[in-house]
C-alpha cells in the first residue's frame, strides 16, 4: 500500500465544472501537506500548502483532516487550462531533515 | 524570481556509461533534493543535502552517487548507467525554515540506449 493514496483519474469534467480531489496518507508522522501540480513531462509546481484550517487561493480551496489523514482539493469554475495531473503530497519529518512523498497523481481533463 | 536550474535539459546516454546532471537551487536555499520519475509514475526521492551534508536518503540506487559544494549546487553522478534509468530526474531546494517548501527545477530527461 502506498503512504499516499490518490483516484489516479482521469476526471474528464466540463468547462466551468467544479471537481473534487481527495487523497489519503498513511504516516501519522507526517508534518505538513501540499498540492502540486505537474503538467506532462514538467517539473511539478507547487499549488498550495494545506492547513488543518483550510485555505483558499482564487478557485482553489484544500481542506486537511488529520485525524482522518485526509486531504482535499476542490476546484470551482474550471478552466481548460487547470488540465493537468495533481500531486498530493506529504512532507515527512526525517531524522535528517525532511522529505517529499507523492501520491500518484490525479488526471483532469477539462473540456469545452 | 530566480528558479532552480538543472543542466544539461536532455542527456542521451549509452548502457554502461556514467552521466553527471548539475543543480543550482534557489538563491539563499540551504537543501536540494533529488527526485526520479519514471514514466506514468510519481517522483521517487533519492537523496537530500543540507547544507552540504546528506541529510538523507532514500531509493538512491549503490550506482549513484551526489554531493552538495561550498556554493550549494549539487551534483548527482551515475554510473554503470542501465536502461532502467531512463527517466527524468529532479532536482528541488529548499529553505529551512520550518515549512521547507521544496521548489522543483525543470528536470533533466535522462535516455540510455
Known amino acids: 500500500r502506498k503512504e499516499v493514496e490518490q483516484d489516479p483519474g482521469p476526471f474528464n469534467v466540463p468547462e466551468g465544472a467544479t471537481v473534487a480531489f481527495n487523497c489519503t496518507y498513511s504516516?501519522?508522522?507526517?508534518?505538513?501537506f501540499f498540492w502540486y501540480r505537474q503538467d506532462c513531462r514538467k517539473e511539478p509546481k507547487l499549488l498550495m500548502s494545506?492547513?488543518?484550517s483550510g485555505n483558499e487561493d482564487g478557485r482553489f480551496t484544500a481542506q486537511l483532516n488529520r485525524a482522518s489523514q485526509y486531504i482535499s482539493l476542490l476546484i470551482r469554475d474550471s478552466k481548460l487550462s487547470d488540465s493537468a495531473t495533481y500531486l498530493c503530497?506529504?512532507?515527512?519529518?526525517?531524522?535528517?531533515?525532511?522529505?517529499?512523498?507523492f501520491g500518484t497523481g490525479t488526471q483532469l481533463k477539462v473540456e469545452l | 524570481a530566480a528558479g532552480v536550474i538543472q543542466s544539461p535539459r536532455h542527456l542521451i546516454k549509452e548502457k554502461r556509461e556514467t552521466a553527471t546532471l548539475k543543480c543550482y537551487p534557489i538563491p539563499r536555499h540551504d537543501t536540494v533534493y533529488w527526485y526520479q520519475q519514471g514514466p506514468g509514475q510519481d517522483p521517487q526521492f533519492l537523496i537530500s543535502f543540507y547544507e552540504k551534508m546528506q541529510s538523507d536518503k532514500g531509493s538512491i540506487p549503490d550506482r549513484f552517487s551526489a554531493q552538495q559544494f561550498s556554493d550549494y549546487h549539487s551534483e548527482l553522478n551515475m554510473s554503470s548507467l542501465e536502461l532502467g534509468d531512463s527517466a527524468l530526474y529532479f532536482c528541488a531546494s529548499s529553505y529551512r525554515d520550518g515549512t521547507d517548501t521544496q521548489y522543483f527545477g525543470p528536470g533533466t530527461r535522462l535516455t540510455v540506449l
Open positions: 504516516n501519522s508522522a507526517s508534518q505538513s
Open positions: 494545506v492547513y488543518s
Open positions: 503530497v506529504v512532507n515527512i519529518l526525517t531524522g535528517g531533515g525532511n522529505k517529499l512523498t
